[in-house]
T-cell receptor, first 117, second 111 residues
Framework: GAVVSQHPSWVICKSGTSVKIECRSLDFQATTMFWYRQFPKQSLMLMATSNEGSKATYEQGVEKDKFLINHASLTLSTLTVTSAHPEDSSFYIC?????????????FGPGTRLTVL | DAKTTQPPSMDCAEGRAANLPCNHSTISGNEYVYWYRQIHSQGPQYIIHGLKNNETNEMASLIITEDRKSSTLILPHATLRDTAVYYCIVRNNQAGTALIFGKGTTLSVSS
């Protein structure tokens, strides 16, 4: 159990286009999902916290108008990178917190590698 | 959340136990110790967590000192597939609290 999927696993796009990444909890309901990004040889950096049915909370330095997050259901959160530029190229990873679980464990998706040309 | 300190890298021979230390001297009473690992180009994988008692599961054992200021993750019989970056994270158990990752320990298992 506790499987989180992401789609797509990788994407290449031209500068100026928008890219949507989906994060799904497959066998549990997730009241809260988190989005991270990871640059080469660096650790994961938290971008935002997404709660079902409400606006996301962004970390300092993350542009909310550039990284649009929607958490419309208990099993799906989406991250849209708008007007992507080469500096947005990164590994984007989501995680989900299981609702009502006895222990608060976060489960991570496999990640989406974004390359902006 | 409290900060953790881990050695940047460690080596281990295949089949031997890998003991990964973590210092969390400023941990609060309501904070748990979590361990995750990340194999290259994959999402982090949950390993184990604990509050104050030692914990064991099918993947690893977690030993937490009595004063809770440090802990050790033990992989009893390391294999080549255990080569990864291991992250020790302290975090309270409030719903909606994110995991904040440090630099972790790169464990290299060799034959």
């Amino acid at each position: 159990g506790a499987v989180v999927s992401q789609h797509p696993s990788w994407v290449i796009c031209k500068s100026g286009t928008s890219v949507k990444i989906e994060c799904r909890s497959l066998d549990f309901q997730a009241t809260t999902m988190f989005w991270y990004r990871q640059f080469p040889k660096q650790s994961l950096m938290l971008m935002a916290t997404s709660n079902e049915g409400s606006k996301a909370t962004y970390e300092q330095g993350v542009e909310k108008d550039k990284f649009l997050i929607n958490h419309a259901s208990l099993t799906l959160s989406t991250l849209t990178v708008t007007s992507a530029h080469p500096e947005d190229s990164s590994f984007y990873i989501c995680s989900a917190h299981a609702a009502g679980a006895g222990t608060d464990t976060q489960y991570f998706g496999p990640g989406t590698r974004l390359t902006v040309l | 959340d409290a900060k953790t300190t881990q050695p940047p890298s460690m080596d281990c021979a295949e089949g031997r136990a890998a003991n990964l230390p973590c210092n969390h001297s400023t941990i609060s009473g309501n904070e748990y110790v979590y361990w995750y690992r990340q194999i290259h180009s994959q999402g982090p994988q949950y390993i184990i967590h604990g509050l104050k008692n030692n914990e064991t599961n099918e993947m690893a054992s977690l030993i937490i000192t009595e004063d809770r200021k440090s802990s050790t993750l033990i992989l009893p019989h390391a294999t080549l597939r255990d080569t990864a970056v291991y992250y020790c994270i302290v975090r309270n158990n409030q719903a909606g609290t994110a995991l904040i990752f440090g630099k972790g320990t790169t464990l290299s298992v060799s034959s």
